[in-house]
């Protein structure tokens, strides 16, 4: 199998409110898209269905007493920050997402897929161990990267976090963990307000979190020169056996939360940059989370599918977003941006040449 597809309907079912920006369409409306491209049609992508994570999984990343709080206010619902509700039976969905994204990384690092992608509800990356925030209830993808460490013994892996918003709750899991290391490219100014590229770790994970902060209107051009200039770099430098990503799509340019302006094709050509670094220096192992991306009725499905497309190898020249969206595309893109995206790489490279010899002039 070259790209499994975990899925499950149950993914559909969880709801905080109709109008929430994180609702079911968001998956509902990819599947859609999905089937009306034959993305199915290669047998290059198969859907695969996802266990359950059991509490041991999730006691890795997550406390018992908050693992507790979430059962307790799953049976008749809770809160937990203003744009976090418990919904009745969140815990049952949360497992199962928790349990998505493991299944992605089991299905990779047993060599059964040569990639993954968890297309999982809810969210995770602002998790913490102790507390949920910004829609998510548990730390999907590090849970699966503990599950990885624990299950199958790897000691190097790259999470690549280009959700965004900063993700602080795997930030935070992984910040003293020098086997693991983080990076996030995310807009700034943005909720939760972390993610400077004065954030680098502590004690033995010191410089293994590298945070590289986008301003508003920042497009494909800029993203790419992260991708080449920090990522690729360090990534040479650290040697991962397994690349993981929480892989947002509310980086474009349509997403109604932010004001970024990355797009279809700019996913694609991320994704495809990541591939070719998996195949270089992990033999391909490789999967994905899916984190946020709210431009529900607009191109989200076409971003999962440049995504997924580019994962499996196949043609991405002809995805694109309908043509009536460019206009909005010329009101979000700054061409200045990438000046001052320069900027913030020349001072993380300043930053991070402490610990990463790649940076060192």
Same mark, same amino acid.
Request: hydrophobic share 40%; net charge negative.
């Given at each position: 199998m070259r790209t499994a597809l975990v899925f499950h309907k149950s993914y559909l079912e969880h709801e905080q409110t109709p109008t929430h920006p994180e609702r079911r369409e968001r998956l509902a409306y990819t599947l859609d898209q999905f089937m009306e491209e034959g993305i199915f049609d290669s047998n290059f992508v198969k859907i695969v269905s996802p266990e359950i994570a059991t509490e041991k999984d999730v006691l890795a990343v997550h406390t018992q007493n908050y693992l507790d709080f979430l059962k307790k206010n799953s049976r008749s619902g809770g809160v937990i920050d203003w744009d976090t509700v418990i919904p009745v039976g969140l815990y049952e969905g949360a497992m199962l997402a928790a349990g998505g994204a493991i299944t992605a990384a089991k299905l990779v690092a047993d060599g059964i897929a040569e990639n993954a992608f968890a297309m999982v509800r809810p969210p995770g990356h602002h998790a913490k161990p102790q507390v949920g925030a910004g829609f998510c209830y548990l730390n999907n993808i590090a849970i699966a990267v503990k599950w990885l460490q624990r299950e199958r013994g790897y000691r190097r892996i790259l999470i690549l976090d280009w959700d965004a918003h900063h993700g602080d709750g795997t930030q935070w899991i992984f910040y003293r963990d020098p086997t693991v290391l983080f990076i996030s490219l995310h807009q700034m100014p943005l909720y939760p307000g972390t993610g400077y590229p004065e954030e680098v770790g502590e004690d033995e994970g010191e410089g293994y979190t590298i945070n590289v902060p986008l301003p508003p209107g920042s497009g494909d051009e800029c993203y790419l020169m992260i991708f080449e200039e920090i990522v690729k770099p360090v990534a040479y430098d650290f040697r991962p056996e397994l690349i993981a990503i929480s892989a947002g799509q509310d980086n474009h340019f349509t997403d109604p939360l932010t004001s970024l302006a990355l797009t279809a094709r700019g996913y694609a050509e991320l994704m495809k940059r +990541?591939?070719?670094? !998996?195949?270089?220096?992990? #033999?391909?192992?490789?999967? !994905?989370?899916?984190?946020?991306?709210?431009?529900?009725?607009?191109?989200?499905?076409?971003?999962?599918?440049?995504?997924? !497309? !580019?994962?499996?190898?196949? #043609? +991405?020249?002809?995805?694109?977003?309908?043509?009536?969206?460019?206009s909005l595309l010329n009101s979000v893109l700054d061409p200045n941006a990438k000046y001052r995206v320069r900027s913030t790489v020349e001072k993380v490279k300043k930053i991070q040449s402490k610990y990463w010899g790649c940076f060192i002039r």
């Open positions: +990541t591939k070719k670094l !998996a195949e270089e220096l992990c #033999d391909g192992k490789m999967f !994905a989370v899916l984190e946020g991306g709210y431009s529900v009725e607009g191109a989200l499905p076409y971003t999962n599918l440049a995504i997924v !497309a !580019a994962m499996a190898g196949l #043609d +991405t020249e002809c995805i694109r977003e309908p043509e009536n969206y460019m």
